[in-house]
């Protein structure tokens, strides 16, 4: 851009922005500790009524002038929250914007305003440095159903940002690129032609990234929304901030050709042990219920985590604790049973709210091969297990996200790809039991319920000596191939 070309309103914003010191000339140590010889902050013009008036008309010239399309203004928080603010008032507009929350805010909506998912939005920004804020405010806005192809920032810091924009789909218009602001300030004398190149050689030795959590984000962001379907294991296996415990799993469905968990309701060591045996190379899980093993001792224990490891499945302890934290605690660490010590895999109902989560914090002790599924609904007929439940198992999913891994659902609780979804009461036969069992077929949990990991029980450990081997097979191989034609009738 040539000096001589621009707009004088726009001159005369560079030399207050000196004026009023939102450029300033020196040694600054940025937040990154990087020493810079120029410094940015448009604060001090967006505080001033005249400063702002000129340069919101500007910029929605711009907007005018490139002939984006846009239902609404977003400014990128906080100091172009004032220029959108002004632009709506001046010309308009309707604005939202963009909370700017901390993590922990989880899934919460971020964008606060009057909006229709398809809306087009403009991004307003004061300067773009990396683009890494344009782009977390794209994340947001894209999240929402919102369309966003456009941004207009008043000074392009020539730092890469506008160049980085362009891999997310953002083309980014600025008013001014900080090397012709530069040669408006030594044409208006506030600068030297020796400090001006200084600062070009440094603006041209520093390109900048975008910040790895926000294209972490990105990342996750692109997988959900590939496809509104689910993702396939290996993919899942990739999203960032995965728990690895369930990555592991992830892998190694795909691995082993499998996602099936054998409910094994046996009431003697030795019968569950044969039977970890000749199940081994076809399940990802071994389902247990400890409190009915008669003869249970802690060699048992040894020699199941030995096949689990030799045939690499995981063991999963139905203990579905549910008394208040403290109880569970002493539930899942102590006892004869030290449930904590061996279990990669419990359960927990949230009868008893949150408390039971914190109960069982102590026993993970950060181990990160450990994890918890939360009870979301239940297989059995007139259970009591309303729609609260599934609602508080993914609030609370959220808040613990450091052990709890998934669900023990009839149907999905999260559209969080990264939380896996397990559903018993599986059989072939859907006649159900006299006790209130019902059953779905393998095709059914997992195409139309959407469940990751069938637990199949009785379906599979009733079978003949004569139809064992063939009856296992089948479990697995019709619900990995529920699982691989899943986008099919
Ligand atoms: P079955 O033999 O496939 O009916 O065994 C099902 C297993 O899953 C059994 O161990 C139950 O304790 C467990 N289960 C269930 O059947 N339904 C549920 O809703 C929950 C667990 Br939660």
Redesign the pocket.
């Known amino acids: 851009m040539s000096s001589a070309m621009i707009d004088p309103t726009l001159r005369q914003l560079i030399a207050d922005c000196h004026h009023f010191e939102a450029i300033k000339f020196g040694d600054f140590v940025l937040k990154t500790g990087i020493h810079s010889p120029i410094y940015l902050d448009i604060r001090p013009m967006v505080n001033r009524p005249k400063p702002l008036k000129q340069l919101s008309e500007l910029m929605y010239k711009k907007i005018i002038s490139m002939n984006i399309t846009h239902d609404l203004i977003c400014g990128v928080p906080y100091s172009a929250l004032s220029i959108a603010s002004s632009i709506c008032v001046q010309k308009f507009v309707n604005m939202i914007t963009k909370r700017k929350e901390n993590k922990d805010y989880g899934t919460k909506q971020l964008i606060e305003g009057q909006y229709k998912p398809g809306d087009h939005v403009v991004i307003v920004e004061d300067i773009i440095s990396s683009g890494s804020s344009i782009l977390e405010t794209v994340i947001a806005l894209r999240s929402a159903g919102l369309v966003v192809t456009d941004a207009i920032v008043f000074i392009d810091r020539q730092q890469n940002g506008v160049n980085n924009m362009k891999e997310y789909g953002i083309d980014v218009h600025s008013l001014i690129d900080v090397k012709t602001a530069l040669d408006v300030l030594e044409e208006e004398k506030r600068i030297n032609g020796h400090q001006k190149s200084g600062i070009i050689e440094w603006i041209d030795a520093n390109p900048l990234r975008i910040n790895d959590d926000i294209v972490n984000e990105w990342k996750l962001l692109c997988l959900q929304n590939k496809t509104s379907k689910l993702l396939s294991y290996e993919e899942r296996s990739q999203l960032p901030e995965t728990h690895p415990l369930s990555q592991q799993l992830f892998k190694l469905m795909v691995r082993k050709k499998s996602n099936l968990c054998v409910?094994v309701?046996l009431t003697t060591s030795k019968e569950i042990l044969d039977l970890a045996e000749k199940i081994g190379p076809s399940i990802v899980m071994l389902?247990l219920?400890i409190d009915i093993v008669e003869d249970f001792d802690h060699k048992f224990i040894e020699e199941l985590t030995a096949l689990a490891a030799e045939h690499e499945f995981f063991i999963f302890e139905?203990r579905?604790f549910a008394d208040i934290g403290q109880t569970v605690g002493l539930q899942f660490t102590k006892g004869v049973h030290r449930i904590s010590s061996w279990a990669h895999i419990v359960?927990a109902h949230l009868v008893s709210g949150p408390g039971v989560l914190e109960g069982l914090r102590q026993g993970f002790e950060k181990d990160s091969n450990r994890g918890c599924l939360l009870?979301a609904?239940?297989?059995?007929k007139d259970?009591l297990m309303n729609s609260a439940f599934p609602k508080s198992a993914y609030k609370w999913s959220q808040k613990y996200k450091d052990f709890v891994i998934g669900f023990?659902c009839?149907s999905r609780v999260s559209a969080d790809q990264r939380f896996i979804h397990m559903t018993?009461?599986?059989?072939i036969d859907v006649s159900g039991?006299p006790l209130g069992?019902q059953?779905v077929t393998p095709e059914e949990a997992i195409k139309k319920r959407g469940a990751d990991v069938v637990?199949?029980?009785?379906?599979i450990?009733?079978a003949s000596d004569r139809e064992f081997d063939h009856t296992l097979q089948l479990y697995q191989k019709r619900a990995f191939e529920a699982y691989l034609n899943r986008d099919s009738d």
């Open positions: 409910a309701d389902k219920h139905d579905k359960n009870v609904s239940m297989s059995t259970n023990i009839q018993p009461g599986v059989h039991d069992q059953y637990i199949v029980g009785r379906g450990t009733g």
